[in-house]
Antibody, heavy 114, light 108 residues
């Protein structure tokens, strides 16, 4: 079964950092680019970042302004999102998704609050 | 940046047809994908590349794309189709993925 499981969310103060993880199974992980997508409470979907299968190509949404870093470890079938200088507006449910977005995880919640 | 505009809501009676539009500048030149999201659940891909359906998605879901508007059509609407729907494209000029604003479909 193809599966994505996110972890690492939590409550953090403004200016803090978090590292999200996404564990993949059921498919050849390094054959696929991977996305992070977020959804603020009661709001729509917002694309965050994309990384190619070999990690050589990376794209970010403009709203992140260099604060987030996407990475992957193909030996561990894992995707990561390092989030620094967090702001209250980063509060959201963060999903990882396989390229083509035909497979999504259930998400991990990030709350930025003092 | 590229913007995709959807109507906030669409209401439809059971058994009727729902049409959800997604407007964007020359969107007909891009591949459009559509997602269904029910409350408390992750999004599900229902149409990709304008009009193709993933396996397991009913034929009642169809898509089209031309000019400045893409459309998701849900035929013979059922109560279980009540959800939020989002369109999405890849904007090659900015190397960004873009989601539409989302449409809440209510089955009367």
């Amino acid at each position: 079964e193809v599966q994505l499981v996110e972890s690492g969310g939590g409550v953090v103060q403004p200016g803090g950092s978090l590292r999200l993880s996404c564990a993949a199974s059921g498919f050849t992980f390094d054959d696929y680019a991977m996305h992070w997508v977020r959804q603020a409470p009661g709001k729509g979907l917002e694309w965050v970042s994309l990384i190619s299968g070999d990690g050589g190509s990376i794209y970010y949404a403009d709203s992140l302004k260099g604060r987030f870093t996407i990475s992957r470890d193909n030996s561990k079938n894992s995707l990561y999102l390092q989030m620094n200088s967090l702001r209250t507006e980063d509060t959201a449910l963060y999903y990882c998704a396989k390229h083509g977005m035909d497979v999504w995880g259930q998400g991990t919640t990030v709350t930025v609050s003092s | 940046s590229y913007v995709l505009t959807q109507p906030p809501s669409v209401s439809v009676a059971p058994g009727k047809t729902a049409r959800i539009t997604c407007g964007g500048n020359n969107i007909g030149s891009k591949s459009v994908h559509w997602y269904q999201q029910k409350p408390g659940q992750a999004p599900v891909l229902v149409v990709y590349d304008d009009s193709d359906r993933p396996s397991g998605i009913p034929e009642r879901f169809s898509g089209s794309n031309s000019g400045n508007t893409a459309t998701l059509t849900i035929s013979r609407v059922e109560a279980g189709d009540e959800a939020d729907y989002y369109c999405q494209v890849w904007d090659s000029s900015s190397d960004h993925y873009v989601f539409g604003t989302g449409t809440k479909v209510t089955v009367l």
